[in-house]
């Protein structure tokens, strides 16, 4: 499984950013694919993840309302939508690959850098 992640950079606050994670080498039906971040100096956090097969959606409370995760079946892509963007959203963004009824994540991308300004 390889997943590639893109679409960081720097924004100010209150901007919008949408993050993609491209995913290739198998079929993603039994898999749950999410985001994940690292803030400078702490460990890393759940955001989003999204069930491929019928896209059901779960979000970390810091995130509710703000971000929105999809996913293009076509193009084996997930994003990450996120709007009203805040200073302490500043982290590295990675996308990762859980098989269905597994506990752990297997599969992870190489991070992509978000820097929000206040």
């Known amino acids: 499984v390889q997943l590639q992640a893109s679409g960081g950079g720097l924004v100010r606050a209150g901007e919008s950013l949408t993050l993609s994670c491209a995913a290739s080498g198998r079929t993603f039906t039994n898999y749950i694919m999410g985001w994940f971040r690292q803030a400078p100096g702490k460990e890393r956090d759940f955001v989003a993840h999204?069930?491929?097969?019928?896209?059901?959606?779960n979000y970390a409370d810091s995130v509710k309302g703000r971000f929105t995760i999809s996913r293009d079946v076509a193009k084996n892509t997930v994003y990450l939508q996120m709007d009203s963007l805040r200073p302490e959203d500043t982290a590295v963004y990675y996308c990762a690959a859980l098989p269905t009824g597994w506990s752990t994540y297997t599969d992870w991308g190489q991070g992509t850098l978000v820097t929000v300004s206040s």
């Open positions: 999204i069930r491929w097969s019928s896209g059901s959606t």
